[in-house]
């Protein structure tokens, strides 16, 4: 596709519910990231895929983030028993290729799903 | 870890001024990135700078890394109401991969 598409843009979910945010990366592109932003916070990195293989998911905040990309292009990230504290812009990025973002070229956003857990 | 710390946090200003934007990391940086980031939407790319001393522009909007690359600064000429927005620096760390870590953000608010 022309861009990163995030689906849904906005979920309110209660609390206690499961919840699964879909990310369809640029076409072709080899790496993808989840990102989670609190209100007024920076971006804070929780997984980071390369094709299929997950590759580092020291981001996620428990045991009840589970994120998957099966076929090394949409990726899902699920959120089990959502909390209060879970409610955050999840956004989603992709980058070309495995190597430096400073030596491939930038790291391309979606616009984010916005969850709030009530 | 990597840490990036912005300054300052939020930003009002008149139309038409001059203002500058600080990220400083506490480690030497691989590549320092601008983003733009307007509410409910996702981050737009700004610019890219990776040498030490290096300096960019586009439009109104300037970024420098200082030489030993722990320092960015982003300055906008004669701001505009379309210039208001979250700035973010997001930087990748020294062998670390290809993971950005980011800054908590500078909310600019430009009164016109």
């Known amino acids: 596709g022309a861009g990163v598409s995030q689906s849904p843009r906005y979920k309110v979910a209660k609390r206690g519910q499961d919840v699964a945010l879909r990310c369809d990366p640029i076409s072709g592109h080899v790496s993808l990231f989840w990102y989670q932003q609190a209100l007024g916070q920076g971006p804070e990195f929780l997984t980071y895929?390369?094709?299929?293989?997950?590759?580092?998911k020291s981001g996620l905040p428990s045991d009840r983030f589970f994120a998957e990309r099966p076929e090394g292009s949409v990726s899902t990230l699920k959120i089990q028993r959502t909390q209060q504290e879970d409610s955050a812009v999840y956004l989603c990025?992709?980058?070309?290729?495995?190597?430096?973002?400073?030596?491939?070229?930038?790291?391309?956003f979606g616009e984010g799903s916005r969850l709030t857990v009530l | 870890s990597q840490e990036l710390e912005q300054s300052p946090q939020s930003l009002i200003v008149q139309e038409g001024k001059n203002l500058t934007i600080n990220c400083t990391s506490s480690k030497t940086l691989y590549g320092l990135y601008w983003y733009k980031q307007k509410y409910g939407e996702g981050l737009i790319f700004l610019m890219m700078l990776q040498k030490g001393g290096e300096e960019k522009s586009h439009e109104k909007i300037t970024a420098k890394l200082d030489e030993k690359k722990q320092q960015s600064s982003l300055h906008i000429t004669a701001s505009q109401p379309s210039h208001a927005g979250i700035y973010l620096c997001?930087?990748?760390?020294?062998?670390?991969?290809?993971?950005?870590?980011f800054g908590g953000g500078t909310r600019l608010m430009v009164k016109p």
């Open positions: 990025a992709s980058s070309l290729t495995s190597g430096s973002i400073a030596h491939t070229g930038e790291l391309f």
């Open positions: 997001g930087a990748e760390p020294i062998f670390a991969g290809n993971m950005l870590t």
């Open positions: 895929f390369q094709n299929e293989a997950q590759l580092d």
